[in-house]
């Protein structure tokens, strides 16, 4: 079998994804038709001509932007099915999805809006499509701790359904020592925790995340390449880490697909693992994040496996519920 055929048709684990991330173009046209919302773009292709991305922050404009157009249960519901339907199509079988209530409560929409949505829609796609789908509450890093503590008080009836705390948004000068109580409140009510950290960030953030947020995860953490010290810790440590190769190169964290520290970090012991962070705009899902990876690094086959069975390891699942994947 080719090294293709094996990543397409291995089952695979997405663990890096931002549900505002995944409304492809047509759908957020469509979207805002129904809601009457006004895009910035007057058509599908004026919005791709956007996707020329020069870094995270300008990234984020676009990407708040769009997601202007989620509004009612149904829109959470038909976005987080899409999404599934186009996953299950590269043999994803298990999923965790970051979404940002704070983007969309100060707009009007409820928590109980939602949640349905994402819910209703991963209890169909787990029942048809065979994909497992978890919600991680997605903090933004540029609003302050004390909305960050809010918004996880907001989501207790939901404690249950969503697996973890994380944090995304503009990196730079927000460093996770601003949310030491937030995560602090995560970890007391049991939830798992993960953090965007070393991105466009420096390794020191990664280093914050896990001294200070205690996180179980760290979300993109490429920077720690530029510690030694640091990724030994994070092997020692069995880290997970989710890189995110075609968002790199997109947002421009990386000069391409070859400079994806992944190899360095498989070498080094760490826990890699490969993931689509926002894959309408990033324009690859996660089996071309596979293959584009191999392709420029020039994987083995034994790294690709590592790399896919990683994607379960870092998983927020117990250890028997891992094992059953592998
Ligand atoms: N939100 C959506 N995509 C993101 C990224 N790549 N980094 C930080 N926050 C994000
Ligand atoms: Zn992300």
Redesign the pocket.
Same mark, same amino acid.
């Given at each position: 079998m080719t090294l293709h055929k094996k990543i397409t048709s291995a089952p695979k684990a997405d663990l890096h994804v931002?549900l @505002?991330?995944t409304i492809e173009a047509a759908m957020m046209f469509d979207l805002a038709a129904r809601n009457g919302v006004t895009l910035p773009w007057a058509s599908v292709a004026e919005l791709h001509a956007a996707f020329g991305f020069r870094n /995270?922050p300008q990234? /984020?404009e676009i990407?708040y932007a769009g997601l202007q157009v989620l509004r009612t249960e149904r829109d959470f519901f038909d976005v987080t099915y899409a999404f599934l339907k186009r996953s299950a199509a590269d043999n994803v079988v298990y999923t965790e999805i970051?979404f940002?209530p704070q983007g969309h409560l100060e707009r009007g929409v409820t928590w109980t809006e939602m949640m349905d949505g994402i819910l209703g829609a991963a209890t169909k796609a787990e029942r048809e499509l065979g994909i497992r789908a978890r919600p991680i509450l +997605?903090l933004q890093r540029h609003r302050s701790e004390e909305d960050a503590l809010k918004v996880i008080d907001a989501a207790l009836p939901w404690k249950q359904d969503i697996v973890a705390l994380g944090m +995304? +948004?503009?990196?730079l000068g927000n460093p996770p020592s601003r949310f030491v109580n937030a995560y602090a409140r995560a970890r007391e009510l049991g939830w798992k925790c993960t953090c965007?950290a070393g @991105? @466009?960030g420096p390794h020191g953030y990664v280093t914050e995340a896990l001294d200070l947020l205690k996180v179980d995860r760290i $979300?993109?953490g490429i920077r720690s390449i530029d510690n030694p010290a640091l990724v030994a810790r994070l092997a020692r440590e069995r880290m997970p880490l989710t890189v995110?190769p075609y968002?790199n190169v997109r /947002?421009q964290a990386v000069p391409a697909l070859a400079s994806v520290p992944l190899i360095e970090l498989l070498d080094a012991g760490c826990l890699a693992t490969v993931n689509t $962070? $926002?894959p309408s705009y990033f324009e690859a899902y996660l089996n071309e994040n596979f293959l584009g990876t191999a392709r420029a690094l020039n994987l083995t086959e034994v790294q690709t496996r590592t790399l896919i069975e990683n994607g379960f390891k870092g998983a927020f699942l117990d250890e028997g519920q891992c094992t059953a994947y592998l």
């Open positions: 931002h @505002e991330g /995270l990234f /984020l990407f970051h940002s +997605g +995304g +948004g503009a990196e965007h @991105e @466009e $979300d993109h995110c968002s /947002l $962070d $926002d």
